[in-house]
């Protein structure tokens, strides 16, 4: 009788171990009918692990031809490579859209901790900063603004890198940035241009992005 018992215990122990595999075939043939029909969006049930939104395909920010402001052919294929936030302006004049994106990304970097050095910042504008116009009279921290948008860099911004582009090619290289003036992007070690964000992302998430990034790169 125990025997027998046992015999049977071996059995099943088989059937079951044997029936795993034939399940997980079955389970992964309807998963795949599904999403392949349509029926199941395994995207939005899941999620994506990047709260910014990808630019698809990246862009090289070399196609574009960026200066420094004394007229200097600026090259970022040159610089030593670190994740760069960048932040596009046009118009010749930073207002309040403007400069929340650059006391964003400047508190966003300082939270950045003992990461802050694998990162930089740029302002890319198709104006020189010295005929740029600061047109707001308070700045996002609530103190007074300086009286000019060079003194503003200078005294709020040390370490941006202010960049120039021809007319016209803030569109081409930054098309987002035209239909939403609070779009800034960031930039991989390499020179893509491969996710951006605006003012409905928060603070936190772009240093959960960032922090992401950091950690599984070697840059």
């Known amino acids: 009788m125990e025997n027998t018992r046992q015999k049977t215990n071996n059995r099943m122990a088989l059937l079951l171990i044997a029936g795993v595999p034939v399940t997980m075939i079955l389970g992964a043939t309807w998963l795949w009918y599904f999403v392949k029909s349509g029926d199941l969006d395994l995207v939005n049930i899941l999620g994506t692990a990047n709260r910014g ?102 005294a709020e911004h040390r370490g941006l890198r202010a960049l120039e582009l021809g007319p016209g090619v803030t569109g081409q290289l930054f098309p987002e940035y035209g239909a939403d003036p609070s779009v800034w992007y960031l930039v991989d070690p390499s020179g893509w241009i491969m996710m951006y964000y605006n003012e409905s992302i928060s603070y936190k998430d772009v240093i959960a992005d960032l922090k992401f990034l950091l950690k599984n790169s070697s840059d």
């Not at 508190?107 to 740029?132: A, C, W």
Request: aromatic fraction near 8%.
């Open 53 to 154: 939104e990808l630019v698809q395909p990246p862009r090289q920010i070399d196609e574009g031809v960026l200066t420094e402001p004394n007229g200097t052919r600026f090259r970022y294929a040159n610089l030593e490579p670190r994740w760069t936030m960048v932040i596009p302006v046009e118009g010749g004049r930073c207002d309040t859209i403007c400069e929340n994106k650059l006391y964003l990304t400047r508190q966003i970097h300082i939270g950045m901790g003992k990461e802050f050095n694998r990162l930089q910042r740029f302002y890319v504008s198709e104006t020189n900063v010295d005929d740029t116009q600061l047109t707001i009279g308070e700045l996002s921290d609530k103190s007074p603004a300086p009286a000019d948008f060079a003194a503003y860099l200078a």
